[in-house]
């Protein structure tokens, strides 16, 4: 290492930057923020890496393989689900400034601390998306939604914390375990991407300040479903493959959401669930997969939509109600909206 070379300098020579450094750096930025909201983050830090050991250790540890129980989406536990969502739990539990949380794995919001007047926040959170892909080793991730307490809500009434629409989102983020355990989060002032160094286990700063292109050259989309597709959306997708765009598109597609949204991020393009048959309103959930990633979109560059409406303006009736999602680049997106009629 060069003497002028900080003690923990990155490759490039920068001094290494942590996510618990960048929130506290961020935190400055809000006036009136306390370091509660780092202490608040750093629950959920911790929890990623208990779960990114476990996702790491899957197929040795014997934990592949159904848990056996049916979840509140009528969907059979993976045993790493039962796992995260309890990591995330109790991680989460001891900040004291939480009140509620929120999770897709329990029908209903939980209260904790026996609900403390000091409360400020509520968490949502999706603790192992794609989970179906867990025994095949593709890429999963835990996705994350801060509201703030709304004014004069009850402690007896934990939804009200919840069914916020996704723009009183204070901050929104995801982890997602692939080839290296990245963890991406904004607190409305741009999106900030963490690689998670397993030889000093800290999330260290890799990517700041992430733009999503304006444009991109990968639709993503289960195309198995496209039967069932309001026609309008089949038609724009073959206008992508015909290059009207200025290129043709290659499809991408991963089956977990987190890492198909992570690729959009990154390299540009669309990325969409759409109303199908069996699931008129879409498979994914608003408050813990579409608001996130929303959020994230928008304070990237990106536009997030329902197909007809802003994704974040949507009110929420449920905590796991469906929306269909369309995200992606602007370009990708000013052409669907022209294209596919409000009536879908
Ligand atoms: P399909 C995973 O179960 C998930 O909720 C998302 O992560 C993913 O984008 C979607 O479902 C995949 O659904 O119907 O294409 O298998």
């Given at each position: 290492?060069?003497?002028?070379?900080?003690?923990?300098?990155?490759?490039?020579?920068?001094?290494?930057?942590?996510?618990?450094?960048h929130i506290l750096q961020e935190q400055k930025k809000f006036p009136g923020a306390s370091g509660e909201f780092s202490w608040l983050l750093s629950g959920i830090t911790l929890a990623t890496k208990l779960i990114q050991a476990k996702v790491q250790r899957a197929g040795l540890s014997n934990i592949l393989g159904e848990h056996g129980e049916i979840n509140i989406q009528g969907e059979t536990q993976q045993k790493l689900d039962v796992y995260s969502n309890e990591v995330l739990g109790h991680a989460l539990s001891v900040r004291e400034t939480i009140g509620v949380l929120a999770s897709e794995e329990n029908e209903h919001p939980?209260?904790?601390?026996?609900?403390?007047?000091?409360?400020?926040?509520?968490?949502?959170?999706?603790?192992l998306d794609g989970s179906s892909n867990i025994d095949v080793n593709v890429s999963v991730g835990t996705t994350f939604s801060i509201l703030r307490r709304p004014e004069g809500?009850?402690?007896d009434d934990p939804e009200a914390w919840v069914l916020q629409p996704g723009r009183q989102q204070i901050a929104a983020g995801y982890v997602v375990y692939g080839s290296s355990?990245?963890?991406v989060y904004s607190v409305g002032n741009g999106v900030h991407g963490f690689t998670l160094d397993p030889s000093i286990g800290a999330y260290v700063l890799s990517h700041p300040d992430m733009k999503?292109?304006?444009?991109?050259?990968?639709?993503s989309v289960n195309e198995g479903y496209s039967a069932s597709f309001p026609p309008r959306y089949q038609q724009y997708i073959d206008r992508l493959k015909q290059g009207v765009l200025g290129h043709p598109y290659s499809s991408r597609y991963i089956g977990s959401m987190v890492?198909?949204?992570?690729?959009?991020?990154?390299?540009?393009?669309?990325?969409?669930?759409?109303?199908?048959?069996?699931?008129?309103?879409?498979?994914?959930?608003?408050l813990y997969e579409a608001n996130p990633v929303a959020f994230l979109a928008e304070q990237a560059g990106g536009v997030a939509?329902?197909?007809?409406?802003?994704?974040?303006?949507?009110?929420?009736?449920?905590?796991?109600?469906?929306?269909?999602?369309?995200v992606g680049s602007r370009k990708e997106?000013?052409?669907?909206?022209?294209?596919?009629p409000t009536s879908g």
């Open positions: 290492m060069s003497e002028t070379q900080a003690p923990h300098a990155s490759l490039s020579g920068e001094p290494l930057m942590t996510v618990q450094q939980m209260l904790v601390h026996q609900g403390s007047e000091n409360a400020k926040y509520a968490i949502v959170f999706d603790p809500a009850s402690l355990t990245i963890l999503m292109p304006e444009q991109g050259k990968y639709y890492a198909d949204f992570h690729r959009t991020l990154l390299k540009g393009g669309i990325f969409l669930y759409p109303p199908t048959t069996d699931n008129p309103n879409g498979k994914l959930r608003l939509i329902d197909g007809t409406r802003r994704v974040l303006d949507i009110q929420p009736e449920s905590i796991h109600q469906r929306v269909p999602l369309v997106l000013a052409d669907f909206e022209r294209f596919v």
